[in-house]
């Protein structure tokens, strides 16, 4: 699906680019086209060339850079609605990791080309852009701070805490078809026996119990403690 005005109502729910001029919108939504990932397929690889930015409609992504010895670094995971691929783009540089879809997504994908004519030519899509990029940064400075200055187990609080939700009065992180535990060591920046000994850990210490569809916050004021460690 190409040129297509499908676009516009994801464009109306991506941070930051809402409040654009409708010509702006029209000329994002004619470049823009529509694919569709199947769970595990690859989105794009690590060092390729950018030549595409995408703004992810439903389902999740994850992107990821591997080690030499074969172990997944994950450098964010997304769900909709966001944009992924631009930072290659605008920094002329290659894809810096893989991005990979969790479960079948829907991605809109504009040509790198097309959105850097458009940006001289509509300053409101500049401004919405340098916004999105802004809110970058605070992301992988808090990476690199979880990474390099918490436990485990804190980084374990810290996302649970950051995706939890409200369900018939109590508060649970979901688990997701693809959360296994090899995914949520990823996305922690570990491996799957350390984060099961972090779960346990905050099992025995009350704070959650680990179901199978869901993961129980029994205590969440103790869980943000643990996650300033």
């Known amino acids: 699906m190409s040129g297509s005005a499908d676009f516009l109502p994801t464009l109306q729910r991506l941070p930051h680019f809402g409040a654009l001029q409708p010509d702006t919108r029209q000329a ?44 997944e670094q ?32 829907r991605v809109w994908v504009i040509p790198a080309k097309t959105i850097l004519e458009l940006i001289p030519q509509h300053p409101d899509l500049a401004m919405s852009i340098i916004r999105h990029l802004g809110e970058r940064v605070p992301h992988y400075v808090n990476l690199v701070e979880d990474l390099s200055l918490r436990s485990v187990e804190a980084r374990l609080a810290h996302t649970l805490l950051q995706n939890v939700e409200l369900h018939d009065g109590h508060l649970m992180v979901p688990r997701r078809e693809w959360t296994t535990f090899d995914e949520m060591a990823v996305r922690l920046g570990t491996v799957r026996d350390v984060l099961s000994r972090a779960l346990k850990t905050l099992e025995a210490e009350n704070l959650l119990r680990v179901e199978k569809q869901y993961i129980l916050l029994l205590d969440p004021k103790g869980l943000a403690e643990r996650a300033r460690r």
């Open 28 to 71: 994002l939504a004619a470049a823009a086209v529509l694919r569709r990932f199947a769970s595990g397929q690859v989105i794009y690889l690590e060092g390729e060339p950018a030549e595409s930015i995408y703004v992810l409609e439903a389902g999740w992504i994850k992107a990821t850079r591997m080690t030499l010895e074969g172990r």
């Open 74 to 105: 994950a450098l964010m995971f997304l769900r909709p609605v966001d944009i992924f691929g631009d930072i290659a783009v605008f920094t002329g540089t290659a894809y810096p990791g893989t991005v990979v879809a969790l479960e079948p997504v």
